[in-house]
């Protein structure tokens, strides 16, 4: 087995002795032992084997093994929700003193945790502007420990040079972490260019159809094993049901995601052509100003456009209410298209400065592209506009 598509379907670790052919669900808080001394040598690990669900669980091993075939790394672990891998990955290799440097442009709640959270437990952090990223090097502080970037970024759709980025690191001695979320592993593998854990919401893309929160922390083995002491003694896991779904998920991620980017480029492309537009940005749009980066590292440009409508906060809105069928919520990368207002939802807890930062003006619109035909898309899309004028 070589292809993507081949290893997320037929990587089997969660197989029974029952000759199932479709991965069972092992919905159990814990294992049996042959004998005490079995039992003994598996919490020495000196013996592999399943323990206790917080640990480890059939159901989450054969997610992890997909994802990091897929990602190429190393060593993984799968948790509650992306938010959980986003703090897991940060607070288990970091301590008091140390110095987080992060591209500006990162989720919400990731956003929330340098700046509200860490602080807390003397971890500090500085924002660096992807736009001005050849002088990060004057960001690097003494103690500075950690790189955590987002490319492409929520919802800006900003993107980073990994193999610069990648040597950055390298330089200065940093764990680069990149949230891998928005162009999934099978768009972009950040391990490829020298990330050392890479992180999922995998409540997005990976599940693909809303059911399930999911994260991932994946990575070389050795900040793994440090990840896993500090996960299993603080216990974000996962559900044995979710991973499940999850697993399966993976199953269809590349399908999903080729028709996701054939989808959202043509939608894009629409938009262009638009007179109700002050922009629409798309990786994959010759007008996205690092389209031939996004080319160089990226499969395709993704399921995410963001657009500013002419007329500012109060048009974008007139536009979402008009819409009849693309739903209104604050997921993303669902096989049904979602739109969302960053400024008022997801990035609210940023102050209007924070905001203007990173670019989410009260106009901006994010929108996944879903899996419905792309013509019923558009044609919601343009009564909408219409409707809104
Ligand atoms: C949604 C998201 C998260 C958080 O994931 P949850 O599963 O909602 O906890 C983190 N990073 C990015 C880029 C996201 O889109």
Redesign the pocket.
């Known amino acids: 087995m070589s292809h993507f598509e081949t290893e997320a379907i037929r990587i089997n670790a969660s197989k029974s002795n029952q000759r199932e052919h479709s991965a069972p669900l092992y919905l159990t808080s814990s294992f049996t032992f042959d004998s005490a001394e079995e039992a003994r040598a598996m919490f020495a690990e000196e013996i592999q084997g399943n323990i206790y669900s917080r640990y480890a669980n059939p159901n989450s091993s054969e997610l992890i093994e997909k994802v990091c075939a897929a990602e190429g790394t190393e060593s993984g672990i799968a948790t509650a929700?992306?938010?959980?891998a986003?703090f897991g990955s940060m607070a288990s290799l970091l301590q008091q003193g140390d110095h987080v440097l992060a591209s500006r442009s990162l989720?919400g709640?990731?956003h929330q945790l340098l700046t509200r959270v860490f602080p807390k437990w003397g971890i500090s952090s500085t924002y660096g502007d992807i736009s001005d990223i050849h002088n990060w090097e004057k960001l690097v502080q003494p103690n500075t420990k950690m790189l955590f970037i987002?490319t492409p970024s929520?919802p800006g759709l900003e993107i980073i040079d990994l193999e610069w980025v990648g040597k950055f690191a390298v330089a200065h001695n940093l764990i680069l972490v990149v949230?891998n979320?928005?162009a999934t592993p099978y768009l972009q593998q950040p391990a490829k260019w020298g990330a050392h854990i890479v992180t999922h919401?995998?409540?997005?893309y990976i599940d693909g159809q809303g059911r399930v929160?999911?994260?991932l922390i994946l990575g070389r083995k050795d900040l793994i094993n440090e990840v896993q002491f500090f996960t299993r003694h603080t216990g974000p896991s996962i559900s044995p049901f979710n991973a499940w779904i999850l697993a399966k998920s993976m199953e269809t991620l590349a399908v999903r995601m080729d028709r996701h980017c054939e989808n959202a480029l043509h939608v894009a492309e629409y938009f262009q052509e638009s007179k109700d537009l002050d922009f629409v940005k798309y990786p994959f749009l010759e007008s996205h100003p690092q389209f031939s980066l996004a080319k160089k590292q990226m499969k395709h440009g993704g399921g995410i456009i963001t657009l500013t409508l002419k007329g500012g906060l109060s048009r974008a809105q007139k536009f979402i209410d008009e819409l009849q069928m693309i739903s209104v919520t604050a997921n993303?990368g669902d096989s049904r298209s979602i739109i969302t207002h960053p400024a008022s939802t997801t990035h609210s807890k940023l102050s209007e400065e924070e905001r203007a930062k990173v670019g989410i003006s009260d106009g901006l619109i994010r929108l996944s592209v879903g899996l419905e035909h792309r013509e019923d898309i558009i044609k919601d899309v343009e009564r909408a506009l219409e409707k809104s004028r």
């Open positions: 929700s992306g938010m959980a986003m989720f709640s990731t987002e929520n949230d979320c928005f919401s995998a409540t997005k929160l999911g994260g993303l």
